[in-house]
């Protein structure tokens, strides 16, 4: 039904998000009616008076920027693992798989494990810098791998990932053996990825790259389109193959660095959102890559809620929760793929 109704799908995952984005500020330890959600939030805009006091602290300062937060890296995640699933033509590919998260791994845990012994890598801004860095830098050296006289090849990228992931894991590894006990814990807890640090910097931090790779739809949709029919067809329709590719790798690398450097390391959801969407709607990326980025928006975001409501007061990492979702739900997946191929 819904591949003959896209227009509705976007409204229902529009619906959703604004659903989950009003469950995610009213819920937690401290509940807060939508009333006072909307007062809080119009005193700050300048259109009702200022309305001090524990609603304020708690919604503005701290649930907003987190919900603002796991939606822009939900969105950007998802949206990345649409996009490398379509340049790769695999559905079972992943950002990772270039090592974005990988790199991006290892340049926070240095910042972790090596703050505190070497000076200019304890500032505040040094874990996000370094994990954007180091995800940047392994997917350039991963695409410089694949590039040769000959084109792209995406067999020699996809290798060249799985090797380099293995050398970042190595490097995670050892700087999790040197770790004192107090940076072991906080590099743990990073991996396993969390909002618990959410702040408005972050929100700004993110922001931009999320943007970036949602105005990039209306760019990339028709190249991805045409490259399923394969990559001769797609030039016989006039599009330049590698230009996509380096532009959906830049894409990725932004917005899935940005992200990872942010809140840690969060996994399933460039896999089984797109995965999801693209059963519901099909192969058209017109529609696959927003409605991904909206579905990816409102997973992480409804993850995080129980998270922290979960367990409460304590805080889970919201990567294990996303894992304990997206494991049996991917599976699922695989075995109604199996059983409609035989």
């Given amino acids: 039904m819904l591949h003959h109704r896209p227009r509705l799908l976007l409204l229902l995952l529009s619906l959703l998000l604004l659903v989950a984005l009003a469950a995610g500020l009213m819920l937690g330890t401290v509940p807060v009616s939508l009333a006072d959600v909307l007062v809080v939030i119009g005193s700050h805009l300048g259109v009702t008076d200022r309305v001090p006091g524990m609603a304020d602290l708690v919604i503005w300062e701290i649930r907003l920027p987190r919900v603002l937060l796991s939606v822009l890296v939900g969105a950007a995640l998802a949206l990345s693992g649409a996009l490398v699933q379509g340049l790769f033509r695999n559905p079972l590919a992943d950002p990772s798989l270039i090592g974005v998260s990988g790199g991006a791994a290892v340049g926070a845990a240095f910042a972790i494990v090596l703050g505190g012994a070497v000076g200019f890598l304890s500032g505040p801004w040094m874990l996000p810098l370094l994990a954007f860095a180091g995800g940047a830098g392994v997917t350039a050296l991963v695409y410089r791998l694949g590039v040769s006289p000959l084109g792209t090849s995406v067999a020699t990228m996809l290798l060249a990932g799985v090797a380099i992931n293995a050398m970042t894991g190595a490097c995670i590894s050892y700087l999790s053996t040197v770790a004192e006990d107090a940076r072991l814990r906080n590099l743990i807890f990073w991996l396993m990825g969390s909002f618990n640090t959410a702040s408005w910097t972050k929100v700004a931090w993110v922001l931009p790259f999320t943007l970036l790779s949602l105005l990039m739809i209306p760019r990339l949709w028709k190249g991805l389109n045409a490259l399923l029919l394969g990559e001769s067809e797609a030039r016989h329709l006039g599009f330049s193959v590698e230009r996509l590719r380096r532009e959906v790798i830049l894409v990725t690398a932004l917005a899935v660095g940005a992200a990872v450097a942010a809140v840690g390391m969060i996994g399933f959801v460039g896999?089984?959102?797109?995965?999801?969407?693209?059963?519901?709607?099909?192969?058209?990326?017109?529609?696959?890559?927003?409605?991904?980025?909206?579905?990816?928006?409102?997973?992480?975001?409804?993850?995080?809620?129980?998270?922290?409501t979960w367990l409460a007061p304590a805080d889970l990492p919201v990567g294990l929760v996303m894992a304990v979702i997206g494991g049996p739900v991917f599976l699922s997946l695989l075995l109604q793929q199996v059983r409609q191929r035989l």
């Fill in 271 to 308: 896999l089984v959102v797109p995965h999801i969407v693209r059963l519901l709607v099909g192969p058209d990326h017109r529609l696959l890559l927003p409605a991904s980025a909206l579905l990816g928006a409102s997973l992480l975001l409804l993850s995080d809620m129980i998270a922290r």
